[in-house]
């Protein structure tokens, strides 16, 4: 503040406010950030506020205590040495570990205030573009508060490899504060990818080509190459000033090369090794100590720190060494300054150096190797620059890359660059120079805002395409008003939870999360579920019997083992117990022995996978190892199974996120459901009850893409309702088939224009399209008057005696017209059980599914069916926090929302019977009524 009570207000150096400074022609911005003062509450603050915002900026005002420990702690010792790959100092202290905590504390609090200040001055439509390591939790806390903001972050400073950035206490808080972000920025392809490593291996995230994949969300991470802009630099050298300072340069070095070096006083800038080679330089060739000079100006930075304090007392040592030894009377082989220069005599200074040195030993991008070459445009000089600056991957092409830690290599590009032709001098600067005035600053903030952009309408899309948020309001209301419920979740990661409550963040490759329970408010909600005879409670799960036999064996639900290959009906309450049945006979499993060793070659070859033994099929698992390692094996397993034991055997591999899984042939979940609803509709048929129809569906489960086939078999389902609601239902009504129309489609698709009249009505009552001939077999070729134990296919024994499938089928059929009042003969099919009128097919976890609706996770599942069980519950939003959200289904409101989404689940599900190719009209589908009952 000066005399007048006035701020004057001056512009930082420094890279990062050059490159900015291109961005105002083309976009109104305000800067919010620390002013870099400390000013009171009163009219000194409200001064310093009205001053700053005639230049756009909002202050951010940080107490001293904030700034001392948020600014000079843990971002200036804890994350700025990091990312420069400097350890992290040992703490032999309690009190230096209290220490560090207060500092993260500081941090948190002064992103806070960061975030409310932005959120004060954001209109809707504005973007939000987060800069560095000061605000990596920044993007979180304003997409909590501000779900469909636009926010992008770019750092500034390498990002570490996962290897040393996984030494960082707070790993896991900081990288799910950056992908909140929709656009992730690094100055290099490196950074990127060693912050998706980063997020693959630490919070055990998929990822992608564009990004890194968390429940459905694609956060896009890129490389942006950042710039200068070169027109000041170029216009600066036109001034009558830089030609002033340039010819008395030129007098006072008196012919001699001149190599600079432009750094700030850090640890990382290489300032010692360039010495050193210069040094070795001068001592190697005598003949170069009169015609060459070192100018290295070293702005001091952080000199209160004692790191810096030795950094400065070495370099002054060397300076003094080298001078003292090479220097003579009349000249000096070192000229060092520690102070800055003005923006006029830098470029002088740019514009007459012959050798540019910039060697730092880990940099971001370093644009002090921009601003020479641009200031070369007549010398032509040479730039030296370090491989570990960012900048070698934008100038390698003409620059001199050296290795800084290597002070002989140093010391020969030195040699190299002093003693180059003038025609190659030229034609690297040309490069160079090409490379500087096409990627500019403006360039690169207009290809960063454009990519959020773009970013922010591709979430958008892809959030079309998955699934709404399931509102458990909803399914709550329409499962008590149905009749007859039906109940199918799965196992794994639907029921399941930690046999330790999960921290926040998770612990990183902890064993125990291998070790899962179900949850126990689940487990008590499906006993009250159970025992209603109006809900029909099935779990589904990949798992062995044994597995689920001991989590669900006393309840008296169904279950369906090894993805449906073994089905257990309800247990009777007298008996306690309950057969397994096998839906399909496999008899060929000789190649399990040999998948088996396989397997177990590759367990060996990778740490931390394991083999799942089934009865039936068999999964090789490497959710624990290194994740790109096991991405690797996994191909390689594939490649070993397809050469070898299973090149000509009857099975199926499906590879999961982390699994490779082999399996017969024939195993579906769609098929398995429709065969226990056969056999439970036959179980209630033999008895005295009448067998009602389901009109209540919800299946939940976070299935593989593969076995999610149980969610079509529904949606086909509601299809043949609304095809007989069009049509009508068949002449016979004794078999739940399509109308003729649907049969003759069926009859052509087959290849004819006749045939027999019980093989066409069996095409069009399975709901796969043709009846498989051994689920004809296990279906109709029973003995129906006697209770189902078995309902497996007939082996080629049994097809022998019988004739083949058509005799079987046909004299099935024979019987059961004799019997037309049997409520057996109405169900030889499972799916004729359902006549649905309310369909919730959930996935768990956000992504694209062939599921109607979504839940975040398996608690989310738990509470749920805890909602169903209790009658005088209303309902819950499961993501209450994120009302608003794309994507994020909103809880029912006024009779608009509701009328509203419901036109929309009408347009969704539309577009998928479109797709199913069933030739029927389009007021057929304008009769959809699944979900109007809650509305």
Same mark, same amino acid.
């Given at each position: 503040?000066?005399? &007048?009570?006035?701020?004057?207000?001056?512009?930082?150096?420094?890279?990062?406010?050059?490159?900015?400074?291109?961005?105002?022609?083309?976009?109104?911005?305000?800067?919010?950030?620390?002013?870099?003062?400390?000013?009171?509450?009163?009219?000194?603050?409200?001064?310093?506020?009205?001053?700053?915002?005639?230049?756009?900026?909002?202050?951010?005002?940080?107490?001293?205590?904030?700034?001392?420990?948020?600014?000079?702690?843990?971002?200036?010792?804890?994350?700025?040495?990091?990312?420069?790959?400097?350890?992290?100092?040992?703490?032999?202290?309690?009190?230096?570990?209290?220490?560090?905590?207060?500092?993260?504390?500081?941090?948190?609090?002064?992103?806070?205030?960061?975030?409310?200040?932005?959120?004060?001055?954001?209109?809707?439509?504005?973007?939000?573009?987060?800069?560095?390591?000061?605000?990596?939790?920044?993007?979180?806390?304003?997409?909590?508060?501000?779900? #469909?903001?636009?926010?992008?972050?770019?750092?500034?400073?390498?990002?570490?490899?996962?290897?040393?950035?996984?030494?960082?206490?707070?790993?896991?808080?900081?990288?799910?504060? /950056?992908?909140?972000?929709?656009?992730?920025?690094?100055?290099?392809?490196?950074?990127?990818?060693?912050?998706?490593?980063?997020?693959?291996?630490?919070?055990?995230?998929?990822?992608?080509?564009?990004?890194?994949?968390?429940?459905?969300?694609?956060?896009?991470?890129?490389?942006?190459?950042?710039?200068?802009?070169?027109?000041?630099?170029?216009?600066?050298?036109?001034?009558?000033?830089?030609?002033?300072?340039?010819?008395?340069?030129?007098?006072?070095?008196?012919?001699?090369?001149?190599?600079?070096?432009?750094?700030?006083?850090?640890?990382?800038?290489?300032?010692?090794?360039?010495?050193?080679?210069?040094?070795?330089?001068?001592?190697?060739?005598?003949?170069?100590?009169?015609?060459?000079?070192?100018?290295?100006?070293?702005?001091?930075?952080? $000199?209160?720190?004692?790191?810096?304090?030795?950094?400065?007392?070495?370099?002054?040592?060397?300076?003094?060494?080298?001078?003292?030894?090479?220097?003579?009377?009349?000249?000096?082989?070192?000229?060092?300054?520690?102070?800055?220069?003005?923006?006029?005599?830098?470029?002088?200074?740019?514009?007459?150096?012959?050798?540019?040195?910039?060697?730092?030993?880990?940099?971001?991008?370093?644009?002090?190797?921009?601003?020479?070459?641009?200031?070369?445009?007549?010398?032509?000089?040479?730039?030296?620059?370090?491989?570990?600056?960012?900048?070698?991957?934008?100038?390698?092409?003409?620059?001199?890359?050296?290795?800084?830690?290597? %002070?002989?290599?140093?010391?020969?590009?030195?040699?190299?660059?002093?003693?180059?032709?003038?025609?190659?001098?030229?034609?690297?600067?040309?490069?160079?120079?090409?490379?500087?005035? =096409?990627?500019?600053?403006?360039?690169?903030?207009?290809?960063? %805002?454009?990519?959020?952009?773009?970013?922010?309408?591709?979430?958008?899309?892809?959030?079309?395409?998955?699934?709404?948020?399931?509102?458990?309001?909803?399914?709550?209301?329409?499962?008590?008003?149905?009749?007859?419920?039906?109940?199918?979740?799965?196992?794994?990661?639907?029921?399941? $939870?930690?046999?330790?409550?999960?921290?926040?963040?998770?612990?990183?490759?902890?064993?125990?999360?291998?070790?899962?329970?179900?949850?126990?408010?689940?487990?008590?909600?499906?006993?009250?579920?159970?025992?209603?005879?109006?809900?029909?409670? =099935?779990?589904?799960?990949?798992?062995?019997?044994?597995?689920?036999?001991?989590?669900?064996?006393?309840?008296?639900?169904?279950?369906?083992?090894?993805?449906?290959?073994?089905?257990?009906?309800?247990?009777?309450?007298?008996?306690?117990?309950?057969?397994?049945?096998?839906?399909?006979?496999? #008899?060929?499993?000789?190649?399990?022995?040999? /998948?088996?060793?396989?397997?177990?070659?590759?367990?060996?070859?990778?740490?931390?996978?394991?083999?799942?033994?089934?009865?039936?099929?068999?999964?090789?698992?490497?959710?624990?190892?290194?994740?790109?390692?096991?991405?690797?094996?996994?191909?390689?397993?594939?490649?070993?199974?397809?050469?070898?034991?299973?090149?000509?055997?009857?099975?199926?591999?499906?590879?999961?996120?982390? #699994?490779?899984?082999?399996?017969?042939?024939?195993?579906?979940?769609?098929?398995?459901?429709?065969?226990?609803?056969?056999?439970?509709?036959?179980?209630?048929?033999?008895?005295?009850?009448?067998?009602?129809?389901?009109?209540?569906?919800?299946?939940?489960?976070?299935?593989?893409?593969?076995?999610?086939? =149980?969610?079509?078999?529904?949606?086909?389902?509601?299809?043949?309702?609304? $095809?007989?609601?069009?049509?009508?239902?068949?002449?016979?009504?004794?078999?739940?088939?399509?109308?003729?129309?649907?049969?003759?489609?069926?009859?052509?698709?087959?290849?004819?224009?006749?045939?027999?009249?019980?093989?066409?009505?069996?095409?069009?009552?399975?709901?796969?399209?043709?009846?498989?001939?051994?689920?004809?077999?296990?279906?109709?070729?029973? &003995?129906?008057?006697?209770?189902?134990? &078995?309902?497996?296919?007939?082996?080629?024994?049994?097809?022998?005696?019988?004739?083949?499938?058509?005799?079987?089928?046909?004299?099935?059929?024979?019987?059961?017209?004799?019997?037309?009042?049997?409520?057996?003969?109405?169900?030889?099919?499972?799916?004729?059980?359902?006549?649905?009128?309310?369909?919730?097919?959930?996935?768990?976890?956000?992504?694209?599914?062939?599921?109607?609706?979504?839940?975040?996770?398996?608690?989310?599942?738990?509470?749920?069916?805890?909602?169903?069980? &209790?009658?005088?519950?209303?309902?819950?939003?499961?993501?209450?926090?994120?009302?608003?959200?794309?994507?994020?289904?909103?809880?029912?409101?006024?009779?608009?929302?509701?009328? #509203?989404?419901?036109?929309?689940?009408?347009?969704?599900?539309?577009?998928?019977?479109?797709?199913?190719?069933?030739?029927?009209?389009?007021?057929?589908?304008?009769?959809?009524?699944?979900?109007?009952?809650?509305?």
């Amino acid at each position: 503040m000066g005399p &007048d009570r006035k701020w004057n207000l001056t512009k930082s150096a420094g890279g990062l406010v050059s490159a900015l400074l291109g961005i105002h022609s083309s976009y109104e911005t305000t800067w919010v950030g620390w002013p870099g003062v400390f000013a009171d509450p009163g009219p000194e603050r409200d001064a310093l506020t009205e001053a700053l915002k005639e230049h756009n900026c909002a202050p951010v005002y940080l107490d001293e205590d904030v700034v001392e420990l948020y600014y000079n702690g843990y971002c200036n010792n804890v994350l700025w040495p990091l990312f420069h790959y400097v350890p992290l100092p040992l703490e032999a202290r309690l009190a230096e570990t209290k220490n560090l905590q207060t500092q993260w504390s500081a941090y948190c609090d002064a992103n806070q205030q960061f975030a409310q200040c932005v959120i004060e001055h954001y209109e809707p439509g504005d973007i939000v573009w987060c800069h560095d390591y000061h605000v990596l939790l920044l993007p979180r806390i304003l997409k909590e508060q501000i779900p #469909s903001m636009k926010v992008g972050w770019f750092l500034h400073t390498p990002f570490p490899s996962s290897e040393i950035y996984r030494a960082l206490p707070r790993r896991e808080e900081i990288l799910r504060g /950056v992908l909140k972000s929709d656009l992730i920025g690094f100055h290099t392809y490196d950074y990127a990818r060693h912050f998706v490593s980063a997020c693959t291996r630490i919070l055990g995230l998929e990822g992608t080509p564009e990004g890194v994949e968390d429940a459905g969300t694609v956060t896009r991470v890129a490389a942006f190459p950042i710039g200068i802009d070169p027109e000041i630099f170029t216009s600066a050298l036109e001034t009558d000033v830089v030609k002033s300072h340039i010819a008395q340069l030129k007098q006072t070095f008196n012919g001699r090369k001149v190599m600079l070096g432009v750094d700030r006083l850090d640890m990382i800038k290489g300032i010692p090794q360039k010495l050193l080679a210069f040094e070795m330089f001068l001592d190697e060739h005598p003949e170069w100590r009169e015609k060459v000079i070192l100018v290295q100006i070293a702005v001091p930075s952080r $000199t209160h720190v004692p790191e810096y304090q030795r950094l400065a007392s070495l370099v002054h040592e060397m300076v003094g060494r080298i001078n003292g030894r090479f220097g003579t009377v009349g000249s000096v082989p070192i000229h060092h300054l520690d102070r800055s220069l003005s923006f006029l005599e830098l470029c002088a200074l740019y514009a007459l150096t012959d050798v540019a040195l910039v060697t730092p030993v880990r940099d971001g991008m370093n644009l002090v190797s921009y601003e020479v070459v641009a200031c070369q445009s007549k010398n032509a000089g040479v730039l030296v620059l370090s491989e570990f600056a960012g900048a070698a991957q934008s100038l390698g092409a003409g620059a001199v890359l050296v290795n800084p830690w290597n %002070v002989s290599d140093l010391s020969s590009a030195i040699e190299e660059a002093l003693t180059m032709s003038d025609t190659e001098r030229r034609e690297r600067h040309r490069q160079n120079f090409m490379h500087v005035t =096409i990627h500019t600053a403006q360039q690169w903030a207009d290809t960063f %805002v454009s990519e959020l952009n773009d970013t922010h309408v591709e979430a958008a899309l892809r959030t079309m395409r998955t699934p709404p948020q399931l509102q458990s309001r909803e399914i709550v209301n329409a499962f008590h008003q149905s009749k007859q419920r039906l109940i199918i979740l799965g196992y794994n990661a639907t029921l399941t $939870t930690a046999v330790e409550a999960p921290r926040r963040p998770k612990r990183h490759f902890d064993q125990i999360k291998a070790l899962t329970r179900v949850n126990p408010k689940a487990l008590a909600s499906l006993q009250k579920l159970a025992e209603d005879p109006d809900t029909m409670v =099935i779990i589904f799960s990949g798992s062995a019997r044994d597995r689920l036999e001991g989590a669900f064996g006393d309840l008296p639900i169904w279950l369906a083992a090894e993805n449906g290959v073994f089905i257990r009906p309800p247990p009777n309450p007298e008996e306690r117990y309950s057969e397994w049945t096998k839906t399909k006979d496999f #008899s060929n499993l000789d190649w399990i022995e040999s /998948v088996q060793l396989v397997f177990d070659y590759f367990c060996e070859r990778t740490p931390r996978s394991f083999v799942e033994t089934r009865e039936t099929s068999l999964v090789w698992n490497y959710k624990y190892a290194d994740p790109e390692f096991g991405r690797i094996q996994a191909r390689d397993l594939l490649q070993h199974l397809v050469t070898g034991p299973i090149s000509s055997a009857p099975v199926d591999v499906i590879q999961g996120s982390k #699994s490779v899984e082999v399996r017969p042939v024939g195993v579906s979940k769609g098929m398995a459901m429709d065969r226990m609803l056969t056999l439970a509709a036959q179980q209630r048929a033999n008895g005295t009850e009448e067998v009602p129809l389901v009109d209540f569906v919800m299946c939940i489960g976070h299935f593989l893409g593969r076995d999610e086939d =149980i969610f079509t078999y529904f949606e086909e389902a509601v299809q043949r309702d609304l $095809t007989r609601e069009r049509y009508g239902e068949c002449a016979d009504d004794n078999e739940p088939t399509y109308s003729g129309r649907y049969q003759r489609r069926q009859r052509r698709a087959s290849g004819g224009s006749g045939g027999n009249e019980d093989e066409v009505s069996r095409h069009a009552a399975s709901p796969f399209g043709t009846t498989p001939p051994e689920r004809e077999s296990g279906l109709r070729g029973r &003995d129906t008057r006697k209770p189902a134990h &078995d309902v497996s296919s007939p082996t080629s024994d049994e097809r022998t005696s019988s004739g083949g499938y058509r005799r079987m089928a046909s004299h099935s059929r024979q019987n059961s017209r004799r019997s037309m009042n049997s409520e057996v003969a109405r169900y030889r099919e499972g799916r004729a059980l359902l006549q649905i009128k309310h369909l919730f097919t959930t996935t768990v976890g956000r992504k694209k599914s062939q599921a109607r609706f979504f839940v975040q996770e398996a608690q989310n599942v738990a509470d749920l069916v805890k909602d169903l069980a &209790d009658p005088n519950f209303p309902g819950r939003s499961f993501e209450s926090d994120r009302e608003g959200e794309e994507g994020v289904m909103p809880s029912p409101g006024s009779d608009a929302d509701l009328d #509203s989404r419901t036109k929309e689940e009408r347009r969704k599900w539309l577009r998928i019977m479109a797709r199913s190719g069933v030739d029927i009209e389009q007021d057929c589908y304008e009769r959809v009524n699944v979900g109007e009952s809650s509305a």
